[in-house]
């Protein structure tokens, strides 16, 4: 993730005048005088991959908020804003489950509320064109014009029992959200240091029961890999908010564990999905949705723990010039909703007509596993071997693209398994 800044501060940066500060070599989101050490702009933007942040659960204004927490007023702005993106995500992550359902569902319909689509609703909910209720929106009216296949879905899955059971859990759920969401808002007016840290201590415990429920073994276990991944979705949106209610009492290193841990569980959850993955439908899902968590939403929270470990790591003498820096610096925006197809699905579809489906699902797995990479490419190498291809030595193919490796993996695997099936046929 790339930071940017107001012009005239990157013409400051160029000419040497400002310096982008560094955590352990990582850059942040500030800059601060070269000669007094005075800290003078936020950045006002970012980028990933050369184009505009934006991810899909992560609120990104939370990023310098701890910072902005040593200037009080602009950490509690910032918190605020942070936790009015996390609601929005939530509730439109929430309401395409009423699409997706429980057990498997039409492609038509995950087609209808993927990654695009997704980032659509969400921008007509930020604009307030469309209204969360309960959790969930009108999905007739948002996606009416999807065509009448996706609305008889709507109803069958409005329909089906077993989703009527989750979707109470889910409302309940949200429900809880909100009254914690609306009670930290209060709590954060309050002047008196402990009455306000006891009202977000109880914000904190409500809070950890919605994810509760948005995390329930059982009720995950009988979704299918979409429907898993969007309630997911929904959890790390709620641990987020948690993160939020440490930082706002200043408990750095609480801040940085949870930040760890939730960086840590989104991986592991992805790994969960993807071997859930059983067909070509789901990955069409998946895949661009997953690459955008890896790219967009995990750099936001790696450089949020970067911005808190910096804090935690500056001596009291840093920690003032911070706390009387005046930035008079624009609005920042370090995250934008573009609602042209996502890259991410433009890269899936070019990579579907190189591989199968067995590769690719190995190919987004080897992000969260890289040792199954690995293990690939092992035995590409002893298949090389055998077969007289001397140029698939380890070191080529630690150089080679997910893709070729897990094509080549594949084409020995077949390759393999044919010979030994000739070879039984032989014998008999």
């Not at 059971?165 to 009670?183: D, E, K, P, S, W």
Request: glycine share 4%; proline share 3%.
């Amino acid at each position: 993730m790339l930071f940017q800044f107001a012009p005239a501060i990157q013409a400051g940066i160029d000419a040497g005048k400002y310096l982008q500060v560094l955590s352990n070599g990582v850059p942040l989101s500030m800059a601060r005088d070269t000669v007094t050490g005075q800290f003078v702009a936020h950045a006002i933007g970012a980028t990933v991959n050369n184009s505009p942040l934006s991810p899909l659960i992560a609120a990104s204004n939370l990023v310098t908020s701890g910072m902005q927490m040593y200037q009080t007023q602009q950490g509690f702005t910032a918190v605020l804003n942070g936790l009015q993106t996390i609601q929005t995500s939530l509730g439109v992550l929430q309401a395409t489950t009423a699409l997706i359902g429980v057990g498997t569902i039409a492609g038509v319909a995950l087609t209808a509320v993927n990654l695009h689509q997704t980032m659509k609703l969400r921008k007509e909910v930020e604009q307030m064109r469309l209204e969360v209720k309960n959790g969930f929106i009108d999905l007739k009216q948002a996606l009416k014009d999807q065509g009448v296949e996706i609305r008889q879905i709507i109803e069958q899955v409005a329909q089906d029992i077993k989703f009527e059971q989750h979707r109470t859990a889910l409302v309940r759920a949200y429900g809880v959200f909100i009254q914690a969401m609306n009670r930290f808002r209060s709590a954060m007016q309050l002047q008196d240091f402990s009455r306000r840290n006891a009202e977000i201590d109880g914000v904190r415990g409500m809070l950890f029961a919605a994810l509760a429920d948005y995390s329930n073994p059982h009720l995950l276990e009988e979704t299918c890999a979409a429907g898993q991944l969007r309630r997911l979705e929904c959890a790390w949106a709620i641990e987020q908010a948690i993160v939020a209610t440490y930082q706002v009492q200043n408990e750095v290193s609480a801040v940085s564990d949870r930040l760890s841990h939730l960086q840590d569980k989104i991986s592991q959850d992805a790994l969960t999905v993807i071997n859930r993955c059983e067909s070509h439908d789901d990955l069409d899902f998946l895949f661009p949705e997953i690459i955008r968590i890896k790219n967009h939403d995990l750099a936001v929270l790696d450089s949020w723990q970067n911005h808190v470990d910096w804090i935690q790591s500056l001596p009291s003498s840093e920690l003032k010039l911070l706390s009387s820096a005046d930035f008079n610096s624009p609005e920042t925006h370090y995250s934008t909703i573009n609602l042209a197809e996502p890259p991410e699905q433009l890269v899936y579809g070019s990579l579907t007509e190189k591989s199968h489906f067995y590769s690719l699902r190995d190919q987004l797995l080897f992000i969260f596993e890289p040792e199954l990479r690995r293990e690939y490419e092992f035995y590409i190498s002893e298949q090389a071997v055998i077969t007289g291809y001397k140029t698939l030595v380890t070191s080529n193919l630690q150089q080679a693209s997910d893709l070729t490796v897990a094509n080549l993996y594949y084409y020995f695997n077949i390759r393999d398994k044919s010979k030994d099936e000739t070879q039984v046929v032989s014998a008999n």
